[in-house]
């Protein structure tokens, strides 16, 4: 007998398999997902050139090449061309994700203002579309803008005093991404002026020299648009320099006994003595406490909550004032040092403190050396603080009217008494409250220059 397969039979079983290896070999190169693009919906290009960033990620037989023109009314522009290692075979030799960072420049690509789109492709090592592979597309939005904004002062000569503040009224011509007064590394932005509904025209930011400012810090306007273009002007501003007195404090027995060990608790300072535990929470619980107040400023509502003069507490007795530098000793060692940036003021123990303002407040909690501390947001970057309270009258989120009730007087926190430790912030910057107490200064400093914006 003959074997039931022949050489013709044996052949054609070999042709099957090899069509079935060939076959199951080739179904993955022909996946048909192309590669993922993840990129800006849109970019503003502006003089100093941008960095387009673009992530490609091809799960399948990974990603071969990634293209991007540039496309306009008159025409296009390749700005990018890569083909990444791989065959069809074996696929990409790298099959993790692209990230890609382009460098736009508007010069060097002679590319004019106006709107127009950029076109990222890309494709893999698919054997689909004759071998070319699954091809993806993304369009991103380009609007390259190489004019500056302009900004204009339309200010005077504006007198401020270090640990000061002051109004800035000035026009832009276009929608800013930020426009404000720049006084030496700090930076307090604007506001639309009263009355001007708009991004751009008239627009007053208030100002303020920090207390431990730098001798002659450049003072100016500065304006940039949501292309990076960046403007500035001078602003004709005269500084008028102050010295702040020196406050020498010898700090009791029962502060160290009483006040100190508590607060260390509370605030999670281990130290092995009390004096030690005093000198953390003076300089690094405030500092965190600060940084925290910082945060919580940053943001200010664009409209102004107030129109007459600030209040102090009433029927209270000045005890400490704006900017006092302070020394602590301990039996006749100084041991700490720091800036009293507000005042300190006394009346009948749990008085109650009243906004010292119209506004919003946007903190009421306890908040370190500060104790139980109030901060109201009176609009334009301008806030109250009041700390060391016994209770809360409020809550953040509130509106306040001027004289309403925030709270009581204490003890709470850093302190050897009961008071009321007020401060006024302006951008962030700690100010003298005396101005904002004196009717004339808001007069003749602000009320004027508001006035006269928009005429
Ligand atoms: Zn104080």
Known sequence: ???????????????????????????????????????????????????????????????????????????????????????????????????????????????????????????????????????????????????????????????????????ATYRVDENTARDGVRVGDRFYPGYPAPGNLGGTGDRVAFFAVEVHAPRDPEIRLEAEDAAGNVATASLNVRLNERRFSEEHLNLSKRFFDRVVPSLAEHTGVTKPNNVEAFQVINRDIRARDEARIQELVAESDPQRYWSETFTQLPNSKVMSRFAEQRRYFESGNEISQATHYGFDLASRAAAPVTAANSGRVIFADDLGIYGNCVLVDHGMGITSLYGHLTDFAVKAGDMVERGQSLGRTGATGLAGG??????????????DPLEWWDARWIQSHIEVKLAAAGR
Request: glycine share 12%.
């Open 1 to 167: 007998m003959s074997s039931a397969l022949n050489w013709k039979g044996w052949s054609t079983i070999a042709l099957v398999v090899g069509a079935l290896v060939i076959a199951v070999f080739s179904m993955p190169r022909l996946e048909s997902t192309g590669p993922t693009l993840s990129g800006p919906e849109a970019v503003a290009l502006g003089t100093a050139g941008h960095e387009l960033e673009l992530e490609a990620l091809d799960t399948g037989t990974g990603l071969r090449s990634l293209q991007v023109r540039i496309v306009s009314g008159g025409g296009g522009q390749t700005v990018y061309d890569e083909t990444y290692a791989g065959n069809l075979i074996t696929g990409a030799v790298d099959s993790g994700s692209t990230r890609v960072a382009i460098p736009l420049d508007p010069r060097a690509l002679s590319l004019a203002d106006g709107t127009s789109t950029l076109i990222v492709t890309a494709r893999d090592w698919s054997w689909r579309d004759a071998g070319a592979g699954n091809r993806s597309e993304i369009t991103v939005q380009l609007d390259v803008d190489t004019k500056p904004p302009r900004i204009q002062t339309t200010t005077g000569l504006t007198y401020i005093y270090r640990g000061g503040a002051a109004a």
């Open 418 to 431: 009961d008071h009321l430790h007020f401060a006024i912030l302006v951008g962030g910057t700690y100010v």
